[in-house]
């Protein structure tokens, strides 16, 4: 028996650009519903700025009523104070969805990389190449797009194994 088929919003979090793509689950078959690009105007403040990000989700969860999100984790880098941004651009994309009801999970870049292909270590080229491979449809315009498009298919890859084990977790 087929499941129903889901639409997942998957989300590159960043303070100058926001990923965000939207795809379609059905069993193991994936589409492409839409992606694009969340931009803040740098001449901002921080506050400001991360407002522009939360009405950029928000716009994307009213217009595709996606039924579960997916984000990608941060990396720590040498400058502590871009990581620091990096984490409040993050933790808009984790709070958008979940005002919104929906279940959020995340992912380490490394898992995304792996997932979509095959090399923890990939770059944005072979990772934009594999989304046009995956799914032919899709006008990932630009790396951070394309990016949130491969959290999207992680999630659609591993959401049935994060349930089991909620479900396993529930009942010990």
Same mark, same amino acid.
């Given at each position: 028996?087929?499941?129903?088929?889901?639409?997942?919003?998957?989300? @590159?979090?960043?303070?100058?650009?926001?990923?965000?793509?939207?795809?379609?689950?059905?069993?193991?078959?994936?589409?492409?519903?839409?992606?694009?690009?969340?931009?803040?105007?740098?001449?901002?403040?921080?506050?400001?700025?991360?407002?522009?990000?939360?009405?950029?989700?928000?716009?994307?969860?009213?217009?595709?009523?996606?039924?579960?999100?997916?984000?990608?984790?941060?990396?720590?880098?040498?400058?502590?104070?871009?990581?620091?941004?990096?984490? *409040?651009?993050?933790?808009?994309?984790?709070?958008?969805?979940?005002?919104?009801?929906?279940?959020?999970?995340?992912?380490?870049?490394?898992?995304?990389?792996?997932?979509?292909?095959?090399?923890?270590?990939?770059?944005?080229?072979?990772?934009?190449?594999?989304?046009?491979?995956?799914?032919?449809?899709?006008?990932?315009?630009?790396? @951070?797009?394309? @990016?949130?498009?491969?959290?999207?298919?992680?999630?659609? *890859? *591993?959401?049935?194994?994060?349930?089991?084990?909620?479900?396993?977790?529930?009942?010990?």
């Amino acid at each position: 028996m087929l499941e129903p088929p889901v639409h997942i919003l998957g989300i @590159d979090p960043g303070l100058r650009r926001t990923g965000w793509g939207i795809v379609t689950s059905e069993g193991s078959r994936l589409s492409y519903v839409a992606s694009g690009t969340i931009v803040s105007d740098e001449k901002l403040t921080l506050a400001e700025r991360l407002r522009q990000l939360h009405a950029g989700l928000d716009r994307v969860i009213r217009d595709f009523s996606p039924a579960e999100a997916a984000v990608e984790e941060t990396f720590v880098n040498k400058d502590a104070q871009a990581t620091l941004k990096l984490g *409040h651009a993050r933790g808009i994309a984790l709070l958008v969805p979940a005002l919104y009801g929906l279940s959020v999970a995340e992912y380490a870049a490394n898992m995304v990389k792996k997932t979509v292909v095959g090399s923890g270590h990939a770059d944005k080229r072979q990772i934009q190449a594999m989304i046009r491979v995956l799914l032919p449809k899709a006008e990932a315009n630009g790396a @951070d797009a394309a @990016d949130a498009l491969a959290v999207a298919i992680t999630h659609a *890859h *591993h959401r049935k194994a994060r349930a089991l084990a909620g479900s396993f977790l529930v009942q010990s």
